[in-house]
């Protein structure tokens, strides 16, 4: 009963931190201007200037949630860990775990949010079901985000190496078939030892990064849809992975010394 209720307690910290820090604001913003992109887009588009408003939208929007969603989180974190705001809650009955949990849960609700914000302007443009899919895939890609930036804030407590380190797991993650590829191509020499050791390499990396080329597809709202399997593996993929750096992110908050 006492630790629900001190969950409770931080995630309405947590939420206020997010009010305070302008994020809905920004997220606004960062719809708009992609909106603004697309428009601009279409204009200089000769035929199928929707088609291309649609995919612009919503490939732009992605990226700049993404980065603003980790960037946040990221801020946040380090900056409470600065203010000995952090030290100041543990030194209380409140468990680490309860803290972590805490700071997830509200981002990743902040995330559904997010995403629901961002499929607005796509289910106006596109009245498919492909738009909720796109919406509940986003939504899953940045809870994904959310969990790789606060392990990487609670693991390096400086926001450039963080937001470096995020950037560079997000972009390995939407890249990762593409260089597994690469990897095993007819090209690729695989007898000699050097280029096996590095397809293995590859292969194996490709198991502790999700596969974020699969989610939140542009080509879902021009072409066909998703099928149900790849939304299951996209919720499958978001549940593991989120399980995984949530784990790492907690052992190392368990190990340093606040």
């Not at 006492?2 to 995630?11: E, G, K, V, Y």
Request: a positive charge; glycine letters at 6%; proline letters at 4%.
């Amino acid at each position: 009963m006492m630790r629900s209720q001190q969950l409770t307690a931080l995630i309405r910290l947590a939420t206020l931190e997010i009010r305070r820090t302008r994020l809905p604001w920004l997220v606004v913003g960062a719809v708009g201007l992609s909106l603004l992109g697309a428009e601009f887009a279409a204009g200089l588009a000769v035929t199928e200037s929707a088609e291309y408003r649609i995919v612009i939208y919503s490939a732009a929007v992605r990226v700049l949630l993404v980065m603003l969603l980790g960037l946040a989180v990221i801020a946040n974190t380090v900056r409470e860990s600065d203010d000995r705001l952090v030290e100041l809650l543990l030194s209380r009955p409140v468990p680490r775990s309860t803290w972590y949990l805490a700071k997830f849960v509200t981002y990743a609700l902040a995330a559904i949010l997010i995403a629901i914000a961002a499929a607005l302007p796509i289910v106006i443009l596109n009245r498919s079901w492909a738009a909720l899919a796109w919406s509940g895939s986003l939504a899953c890609e940045l809870s994904i985000v959310v969990a790789a930036a606060l392990t990487a804030a609670v693991g390096l407590v400086h926001v450039p190496a963080a937001f470096s380190a995020l950037c560079g797991f997000y972009f390995l993650a939407r890249a990762i078939a593409e260089v597994v590829l690469l990897s095993t191509v007819s090209i690729v020499d695989l007898t000699t030892p050097a280029n096996r050791v590095i397809a293995a390499l590859v292969q194996g990396l490709s198991y502790l990064v999700p596969d974020l080329g699969r989610f939140t597809s542009s080509s879902w709202l021009i072409y066909e849809p998703p099928s149900w399997p790849t939304l299951e593996l996209i919720v499958g993929q978001t549940a593991l992975y989120c399980g995984l750096l949530a784990a790492v992110g907690l052992v190392d908050f368990h190990r340093r010394n606040l």
